[in-house]
């Protein structure tokens, strides 16, 4: 579990980023960041992977201390952040020599096998021992999330990871997301996304450096107007549901926002009639 308590963040001659925030986030989760540009939602990230330290309050992963120097070592195998731009990541020439960098650095045996697995489970079996060259953004990325995964880490902080990957790269990364989450990985999504605000299991809401609201996924149709009055946009899927809610179908509680579950309730309301 990560548990944030009392914290507040600011950089050097400016006035606080993030002020009193208090969160705990259960293995296995899902949690999306959303909020407008200047909330702190980089900051925060950078602070729950520990590559920032909070000046008041603290965060705890699994009850490691990120303020902890002594524990950096064991911080860094339990939470691994990515971000935005995939080539920033990658190093060295090949995809061996770049993931076995960290794995090295962190004294971690068996690197061949745990990279080869890690690989396989973001879909880019095979590549081992190929260049990143030519790569697509959207593999890079991949080849970045099997770098967490070698690790051995179950935390993966990701600060808006599809900006620059197409649709087609959006959607493979989501469908992985969506496969560790089952494995039992927790993911913290910083996002601007409006899609990529469904794959949570809570949406946060920041807004003038504190958390304005905190919304579980299926009560996202009860609460427009706060995403409205954030100035967050909602996926076209909600705009759908919405329609029929004032058609009076029968809405509540949906946790399932794919395009097979709208067609399903739609079916069945069709059905009853």
């Known amino acids: 579990m990560i548990r ?5 963040y600011k950089y050097k001659f400016s006035d606080d980023i993030l002020e009193n925030i208090n969160l705990e986030i259960s293995d296995g989760e899902i949690i999306t960041i959303v909020g407008k540009n200047g909330t702190g939602k980089s900051t925060l990230a ?43 990541q990658i190093i060295f020439p090949t995809i061996k020599d770049d993931l076995e960098f960290a794995l090295k650095n962190l004294e971690i045996d068996d690197r061949e096998n745990k990279i080869k697995e890690a690989l396989n ?16 953004l959207g593999q890079k990325q991949r080849i970045n999330i099997a770098g967490i995964l070698a690790i051995g880490t179950k935390y993966i902080v990701m600060d808006e990871p599809t900006t620059m990957i197409d649709t087609l790269g959006k959607e493979k990364i989501h469908k992985i997301i969506r496969e560790l989450k089952k494995k039992g990985y927790t993911f913290i999504i910083i996002t601007n996304n409006s899609e990529e605000l469904l794959l949570g299991d809570r949406i946060i809401i920041l807004e003038e450096k504190k958390i304005k609201k905190i919304i579980n996924k299926k009560d996202i149709i009860n609460n427009i107007q706060v995403f409205n ?15 029929l809610k004032n058609m009076r179908i029968n809405i509540n509680n949906i946790e399932d926002y794919s395009k097979e579950n709208l067609i399903k309730i739609i079916k069945e309301n069709i059905d009853k009639k």
């Open 121 to 136: 489970m973001v879909d880019m079996n095979g590549f081992y021992e190929k260049e990143s060259y030519g790569l697509s």
């Open 229 to 243: 009055e954030c100035e967050i946009k909602l996926p076209y899927i909600i705009d759908i549901l919405l329609e």
């Open 46 to 88: 950078k602070l729950i992977s520990g590559i920032l330290v909070p000046k008041k309050g603290e965060i705890l992963i699994d009850n490691i201390n990120t303020k902890n120097k002594k524990t950096k070592k064991e911080l860094r195998k339990q939470i691994g952040i990515l971000f935005q731009n995939p080539e920033n």
């Open 4 to 8: 944030i308590n009392n914290l507040s």
